[in-house]
């Protein structure tokens, strides 16, 4: 694992980020230049997934806690020392999602105005406007534990708890149906969803299941 320090905030990766990040982009590898490709887009991911959650931590500190990032198999956690009130989670929330979508949203008017760059710093743009663009949007669908499904359940609050899970895992269904029945299916990203509808019922019937998935 590696550790660091960002903004004043311990950041661990461990060795199952880079192996995940090094699958999704598992397609880059065909070509003379896949190798470097695939360095390239591992590290933008790595960059646009820190920001996520450092829009996440900057938040929780803001409101008096103290917080450190995570970053595993299946993302990134902002782990804080305590918790917070509902507005306040909601706002958290989105604070991660919304500062990735805005940094990838300047890649790409980077990309639109720039010209006669290297082959690999516009590779690296297009890879990070890719990640922080597409994965900024998915984070925010009201699937539990996404940051758009924890949104969902901290405003319909403990009374109605198993209906975020229910919007969760319809959502978490479709999507997985969507995704099998497109013309070039993708097999990870169906198994994926297919996680989050799993933990979703679960969750609905009442379960509590172990989940790599869910915040500490």
């Known amino acids: ?18 192996a995940i990040m090094a699958m999704l982009g598992a397609n880059l590898l065909n070509g003379p230049r896949g190798f470097v490709l695939l360095l390239i887009w591992v590290a933008a991911g790595f960059i646009s997934i820190l920001i996520h959650e450092l829009g996440h931590t900057l938040l929780q500190r803001k409101f008096g806690a103290r917080a450190e990032i995570v970053l595993y198999a299946m993302g990134g956690l902002a782990i804080p020392n305590r918790g917070f009130t509902r507005v306040q989670h909601i706002l958290i929330s989105l604070g991660g999602p919304f500062l990735q979508i805005a940094v990838g949203v300047v890649a790409w008017q980077v990309i639109a105005h720039s010209s006669g760059d290297s082959w690999y710093i516009t590779a690296f743009f297009v890879s990070f406007m890719t990640v922080s663009i597409f994965w900024g949007l998915l984070n925010l669908l009201p699937i539990y534990p996404l940051d758009g499904g924890q949104v969902l359940r901290s405003i319909l609050g ?16 479709a999507l997985c149906i969507y995704v099998i029945t497109r013309p070039n299916p993708s097999v990870w990203n169906a198994l994926l969803c297919g996680m989050f509808a799993w933990d ?14 869910e915040p500490r």
């Open 158 to 173: 403990p009374r109605r708890e198993k209906f975020a899970y229910l919007v969760g895992m319809l959502c978490a269904g």
């Open 1 to 18: 694992m590696i550790r660091f320090t960002l903004l004043g905030f311990p950041v661990t990766v461990h060795w199952m980020f880079w």
């Open 200 to 213: 979703n019922f679960q969750r609905w019937q009442g379960q509590t299941p172990p989940s790599a998935l």
